[in-house]
């Protein structure tokens, strides 16, 4: 049986502000090329999280290995390593498409070359060529989210981090950028997302629910529901509130 490669390795993952523990304890892997989503209510503590997974905030405690490194001791090599979209828009809104991809290519190191073909093969599947010389503050939140999803892809990290990267878009379009989604994890990129919306769940290979700092339920939705004996993600989610709340 062949083993699978963990990319992430989590281990009592502890992060407090002053008396405040935003996350108390957490333990968690991630496999190569899953879809893992990171789901709870705003405060849940995922963005924490996520910003420790990704080098931009040191954990209080525990240990966190992201590619076979130790984000604690070298963030700037696990940067390298991965893509990023944040649940701010993250691109330059007074840049054009074009400049913004030539942009962030530069921060990847990647060639002129390899910045015009890559940046050409995302406008083409994206359908958006003609915007490519277009502002972005010109261009729907929809369209802008695709685009950064791209752009987090444009060096071929082996982990992209999304965090609620489909908040305040229309469900059509957070369609749409779930088969973006699918196919990076299709071509073996490992995808993590938080998101607060319970019906993307279902589209993930496994989740993991956080609730005010801990992580209350792990595991895939089909086994998810059938454990609490519901329908949906959206009752199992409840269920769990309601525990956490009695």
Not at 4 to 33: P, Q, S, W
Request: charge should be neutral; hydrophobic fraction near 40%.
């Amino acid at each position: 049986m062949t083993q699978v490669e963990r990319i992430i390795e989590v281990e009592n993952l502890v992060k407090k502000f002053g008396d405040f523990v935003a996350n108390d304890h957490l333990t968690f892997h991630v496999n190569k090329g899953e879809i893992f989503g990171f789901l709870g209510a705003n405060g849940a503590g995922k963005t924490t999280a996520i910003k420790i997974l990704t080098g931009l905030s040191h954990p209080t405690s525990g240990k966190v290995t992201v590619a076979g490194i130790d984000v604690s001791h070298y963030p700037e090599k696990v940067k390298k390593r991965i893509g990023y979209m944040s649940q701010a828009f993250s691109m330059y809104n007074d840049m054009t498409v074009k400049e913004n991809f030539r942009f962030y290519g530069g921060v990847y190191g990647l060639s002129a070359k390899v910045i015009r073909e890559r940046t050409d093969y995302y406008l083409k599947k994206l359908n958006m060529e003609s915007y490519k010389d277009m502002l972005l503050k010109n261009i729907p939140l929809g369209w802008k989210q695709k685009l950064a999803f791209s752009v987090a892809n444009l060096h071929e990290p082996d982990i992209v981090f999304l965090d609620e990267p489909t908040g305040g878009v229309d469900p059509i379009t957070r369609r749409q950028f779930w088969e973006l989604i699918y196919e990076a994890s299709n071509k073996g990129t490992t995808v993590f997302v938080t998101t607060h919306y319970m019906d993307e769940a279902e589209y993930c290979n496994r989740i993991c629910i956080m609730s005010e700092g801990e992580i209350k339920a792990m595991d895939t939705p089909a086994a998810m529901k059938k454990s609490y004996g519901a329908q949906n993600m959206n009752e199992v989610f409840l269920k769990i509130a309601r525990n956490v709340e009695g």
